[in-house]
């Protein structure tokens, strides 16, 4: 019979006793800890047994963060089931709790468990305080690096708690001890404590987990295509290198290497008046990537996706916003003989008829078995899927991310929720998934994991290796195409999944905790000062820099960057503008892809006549340093709208590396105003109500091709919006400027029949 924990604040006979379990939470008592353990081992117990030890001891409340609404919703779940709280004091936060309500929750509840979004934007909003939270704990903790929230959490936790102490639990926190000391400097971590399927108070808790590679050969009509990519590539390369940027290693480029003199040719052009290769050579980069990808997916995946990206590629070529450089691949001989053997090919990838073999004799052994194929292309994961659903016994169901593209629908949160119920149940018995299920998600241990390919992520693959035996014997099989990409990615997980053991070894030698509690002790902790002062208190002054932030921008990292620079932030919804700095200065924040899609899309414009109607001080601040690549888009067009939203709108443009350097900028701005200018913060953000003249201005500059300043030219020219309509062909050319495109687009839109 086993042994159950016992303590004043988790019900009798609710979580077994597990000494590994036990010694890891003392370790996290005795100061912040980031606790490494295998996938299956009970994380979420040893959370569990650090809150109630500082709710008993210390009283306040604690926190719990994890990735998604799922995982959220499952460990409040097992914390209300086993907490001996009252109802209603363990709580669940995500976007679905209204924000104000979360508000008043938060002053009663003593557990909350929370996505991290969710926390960061009350935080930022002042709807909640930290001061009283006695623990958090940041699950899935090899996410806290970079900008992810859990960064900020941290960071305003132990500048507002007056007793912080903070537990970091995952099952992989990354190979390279960059990556692992960004991680514990990010969470306050002192020190680390790993526990591994070796160790021998873990040992008797795993099962059996057997670790199979599979080396197959690509077959030679599907080697012929690579070689006719191949070729496509050689040419490009060539052409790369009369331009001045050679790429050395051809043969062996990896993305990464692609990535890195996309990065410089941008730089360049940044730079000042970049020379016209540089556009050429970024034009020339576009077709290697897209090429590049169709190789990978012709080692890795098989004819069938690789149809379906050349598919999408020629979509994208011939639409109406399609890309210089996927037109003249659409156009490229090589090309156009791979889309011909494609529709000739009668040969799969051998990969596919190996899941079928190796699922189907699974199922045929163990009837109620349950297997998860893992993908890293959701056209893979459509082809197995199909090619599984027509095996009597197989029950397959694709399982992808949410975002949605050409001819492929992503799922909603709700309806991956019902995937796994009904995978759980039984409805579905294999599940071909992307990297969406790796992690995130409460999916149940399953008898088999079969890899359609390596991945040179060691977090990632560890995270795949451990949806299987968790409570019984389990069984891994990787699928490995030789002479491939396939055979470096695997080369490079197996060696980084080793290093990262063999550093967490070292690391907890090196970061050893302060002591180490005995169970006997019942998690025994110091209690700190209690005359210790808070790092930040909130003081009202007049010299502090206000910002007023639209809502949605808190979903960024400029509004916590704001935060940490001193301003003080405040939250409304905007009808017009992302800031407002002063009552005259009111600012637009464009991402590089934001702008460029606000451009296709013809909403840009509308948004920049708002604003500079609204304040007497406009400004735009596109932000990111990939501007003149995205999307393809002709630099020129990028250029003239620019120009236009200076010069016609009267709108200050300024640009921005990154949300920090946006930050920067606007606290800058807003000093001077404030500080300097001595100007208060005036929220009069609401749509203005044009004056007759910017309506019918507006009215003629929503014909595409035609700006403000032609607007204007017709106006004065015809005097009325209704004789513009009326004009000819030929009376439109007498207009100032209004060329014979501009006159025929007018009349084709005026004068062509209403076709829905």
Known sequence: MPEYIRHPLIKADAVEQRLYQLDLAGKALDTSTLVVLPTGLGKTVISLLVMASRLEKYGGKVVVLSPTKPLVEQHASFFKNVFQLPEGEVLT?????????????????????????????????????????????????????????????????????????????????????????????????????????????????????????????????????????????????????????????????????????????????????????????????????????????????????LRMYMERLDNEAYSKNGSKASKRLAEDLYIRQVVRCLKDCDIEHPKLEYVKSIVLDELENKPHSRVIVFANYRDTAEMITNALSEIEGIRPVRFVGQASKYKDKGLTQKQQVEIIEQFKTGDYNVLVATSVAEEGLDIPSTDLVLFYEPIPSEIRSIQRKGRTGRKHEGRVVVLVTKGTRDEGYYWSSLSRERKMQSNMKELQASMPAKKNSAIAEEFAAEFPDEEQKTLFEYEHNDDKIRIVVDQREIRSSVARNLDRSGAEIIVKTLEVADYILSDRIAVERKETQDFISS?????????????????????????????????????????????????????SVFYTRDAEDTASMLIQIAKREQVDEKREVNMHGKKSAPMLPQQQEYVISSISDIGPKAARNLLHHFHTVENIMKASYEELLEVNNIGPKTAARIREIVGSEYKN
């Open 93 to 305: 936060f995500t976007g679905s709790v209204n924000p104000e309500k979360r508000a008043e929750l938060w002053e009663r509840g003593k557990v909350i468990v929370s996505t991290p979004q969710v926390i960061e934007n009350d935080i930022l909003t002042k709807r909640i305080s930290l001061e009283n939270v006695t623990h958090i704990t940041f699950d899935e903790a090899h996410r806290a690096v970079g900008n992810y929230a859990y960064t900020y959490i941290a960071e305003k936790y132990y500048e507002t708690a007056k007793n912080p102490l903070c537990l970091g639990i995952t099952a992989s926190p990354g190979s390279s001890d960059e990556k692992i000391a960004e991680v514990c400097e990010s969470l306050h971590i002192e020190s680390v404590a790993v526990k591994t399927e070796s160790d021998k108070d873990v040992m008797p808790y795993i099962h059996k987990k057997d670790v199979e590679w599979r080396r197959i050969d690509l077959p030679d009509g599907m080697k012929e295509i690579k070689d006719l990519l191949n070729n496509v590539l050689v040419d490009r390369f060539k052409k790369l290198t009369e331009l001045g940027y050679p790429i050395y290693n051809q043969k062996y480029v990896s993305k990464k290497d692609l990535l890195g003199l996309q990065g410089k040719l941008q730089g360049e052009l940044r730079g000042g008046m970049p020379d016209s290769s540089v556009y050429s050579a970024i034009s020339l980069l576009a077709e290697i990537m897209k090429v590049n990808h169709a190789v990978e997916i012709t080692e890795t995946q098989g004819i069938e996706s």
């Open 599 to 651: 451009l296709i899309e013809q909403k840009l414009f509308e948004q920049i006549a708002n604003l500079s109607r609204t304040y007497e001080k406009p400004v735009l601040i596109v932000e990111g340093e990939s501007l003149f690549n995205c999307r393809g888009m002709n630099p020129n067009a990028i250029q003239g709208a620019l120009s236009s939203i200076s010069l016609d709108f009267g709108v």
